[in-house]
């Protein structure tokens, strides 16, 4: 069954999945780009296509969301999925199911500072960035992906809190993360071994790997050599934006629009507010 790794966009969780991969699918706890694959996105085209759904119409990609998660879920073995979809119900097609899903380490971030990250990454203005946020429209990396609803930014927040009732569900802020990745990685270490009712018995050591290669200027360093494939192109350049942008130097007080602040701020205060945000 799968523990979902999800966000709204740019809120942490490539660092988690790094962390995850690296403890979960290395030997020695070393990180490197390629640990990813062993994190699926979902949904993505080529799961959908290798089903022989056809992917040019969204109604039938949403209609087999549920059999896709059936075929690739490993019941006895530790599986993570990631998404930036909040937890839909698009006309009686749920997103998942609890035959599917084993709990949720859902990331949460500032959605002032989400601005600023989402902009670099989608070559893109931070006005249009606050709109997308608000209106909550499908999103796509390039005309050929399918689409992914990950609502409104309150919207993808509040949706996956459904698995809390369950007690399958474990929220993580990214600033808290980023201040004290130690404690927090340990506690969603704990999270996944209570849903797979097995005792936790830690790799101290590679543990301590999975920490320290997985600093934002390792990983900033690591795309500036390698690459990294979930980096896009800049549509004004042609030249690849950086992934790992600005990570603890992204800072809205100095980088957002007075106005742009206050609209996000009137229209998420619940949220912000619960979050210690506001």
């Not at 070559?123 to 249009?128: E, G, K, V, Y």
């Not at 209106?135 to 459904?162: E, F, H, M, V």
């Not at 990294?228 to 992934?243: A, I, V």
Request: charged share 25%; proline share 2%; aromatic share 14%.
């Amino acid at each position: 069954m799968f523990v979902w790794i999800a966000s709204y966009p740019k809120s942490g969780n490539t660092l988690t999945r790094s962390l995850l991969a690296s403890y979960f699918f290395s030997n020695d706890g070393i990180f490197h780009f390629k640990l990813l694959d062993n994190i699926l996105q979902f949904p993505i085209k080529n799961l959908f296509l290798k089903h022989g759904v056809n992917v040019s119409d969204e109604k039938e990609v949403i209609k087999n969301y549920i059999k896709i998660q059936n075929s690739i879920n490993e019941k006895n073995s530790i599986q993570f999925l990631k998404t930036h979809s909040y937890l839909f119900n698009i006309e009686n097609n749920p997103f998942t199911n609890l035959n599917n899903s084993l709990g949720v380490i859902y990331l949460v971030r500032d959605p002032r500072n989400i601005i600023i990250s989402s902009a670099n990454h989608n070559s893109s203005t931070h006005r249009n960035s606050v709109d997308n946020m608000i209106s909550g429209k499908p999103l796509r990396n390039n005309k050929d992906d399918i689409w992914t609803y990950a609502g409104t930014w309150s919207g993808n927040y509040n949706s996956w809190k459904s698995f809390k009732s369950l007690d399958k569900y474990l929220l993580i802020k990214y600033e808290d993360l980023i201040t004290d990745k130690e404690k927090i990685f340990f506690k969603i270490l704990k999270f996944i071994h209570k849903l797979k009712k097995i005792e936790l018995v830690l790799d101290k050591k590679k543990f301590q790997k999975c920490l320290d290669t997985t600093s934002f200027n390792q990983m900033q360093n690591m795309e500036n050599k390698f690459g990294f494939s979930e980096t896009l192109m800049n549509k004004n350049t042609g030249k690849k934006n950086k992934f790992f942008y600005l990570g603890p130097k992204n800072d809205w007080k100095e980088m957002l629009d007075v106005k742009l602040k206050k609209e996000i701020e009137d229209k998420f205060e619940k949220e912000m507010k619960e979050l210690s945000y506001l």
